[in-house]
């Protein structure tokens, strides 16, 4: 089996609602359910948010810890990854659940602009968040929303201040952030390979953009994200009915490209984390 595709699956994030999609898992319940069915579809990371029980964003070390232990019940071996982003909260509160030592754990390395409002991720904060990480034993995945965000990454990295080996993520069609768009996705590509050759990376697309970066990053030889997070939609008239069914796509293009999809243990592997 030659250069697995790790497929890792955004359950929830902050922002969609059941009023958007039924199908978006926002209890602690329905999120190990989902997770569930996403990694029988072929997903090897559960990247993870989670949700106060009027669907708004929370930070909550318990509510995390509860769907940690939903998760290894469930999903054995799975790689869980939870989001410090700053939709759920604001300064250390953001980091509050890392002692509870996912495996892995988003991190914005730079500010950038969303769609009305300001992503701010302060220089003092992303030094305490990674050195959370170091202390916790838990690997990043950088969230690249700009050019500047992988080049940090990449300093960081080489001066030792990011946990484990070195796995960026290109976030693609968040407005007034990176375009999706083939050239600067390809130029990514090309600057990961020049500049941190012994990275990984990976590519999500936001919206209608999702099944497109998929593609690209498949057949590119990268990883790939996808889930109701980041698009409640199969295509323009159609609800996604799970999270699931956005992996099996994902895992479909793998076929295509003929690249196996990742499983836990091989994604483990590839990303240099602890056995389950």
């Known amino acids: 089996m030659s250069n697995p595709c790790i497929l890792c699956c955004a359950i929830t994030g902050s922002v969609p609602r059941k009023s958007d999609n039924p199908a978006v898992p926002t209890t602690v319940e329905e999120q190990i359910e989902s997770s569930h069915a996403a990694v029988e579809a072929g997903a090897s990371i559960i990247h993870a948010h989670v949700r106060n029980d009027d669907e708004t964003p929370s930070s909550d070390p318990e509510r995390f810890a509860r769907l940690k232990e939903g998760l290894e019940k469930h999903c054995p071996g799975v790689i869980i ?36 409002r300001v992503y701010e991720n302060a220089p003092d904060l992303v030094a305490w968040l990674s050195a959370e990480m170091q202390t916790y034993e838990i690997t990043p995945e950088i969230e690249a929303f700009d050019l500047s965000h992988l080049i940090q ?17 290109f976030v693609m069609g968040v407005k007034n952030a990176m375009p999706c768009d083939k050239e600067v996705f390809d130029f990514y590509v090309h600057m990961m390979k020049t500049r941190a050759p012994k990275a ?47 992996i099996a796509r994902a895992a479909d293009l793998c076929a295509k490209y003929e690249r196996p999809v990742a499983t836990p243990a091989q994604a483990r592997e590839i990303l240099g984390l602890r056995s389950a």
């Open 81 to 116: 990854q939870f989001s410090t982003g700053g939709r759920s909260g604001a300064g250390h509160e953001r980091g509050g659940m890392l002692s509870l030592r996912p495996d892995m754990a988003s991190l914005s390395v730079g500010s950038n602009n969303f769609p009305t």
């Open 153 to 169: 990454a990449i300093r960081m990295h080489d001066e030792g201040k990011l946990y484990g080996r070195l796995y960026v993520q």
């Open 200 to 246: 990984a990376w990976c590519a999500a697309g936001i919206g209608a953009n999702q099944a497109v970066v998929n593609e690209w990053a498949i057949a590119a030889g990268g990883h790939t994200r996808a889930g109701l997070e980041d698009n409640v939609r199969l295509d323009r008239n159609t609800l996604a009915p799970s999270n699931a069914a956005l």
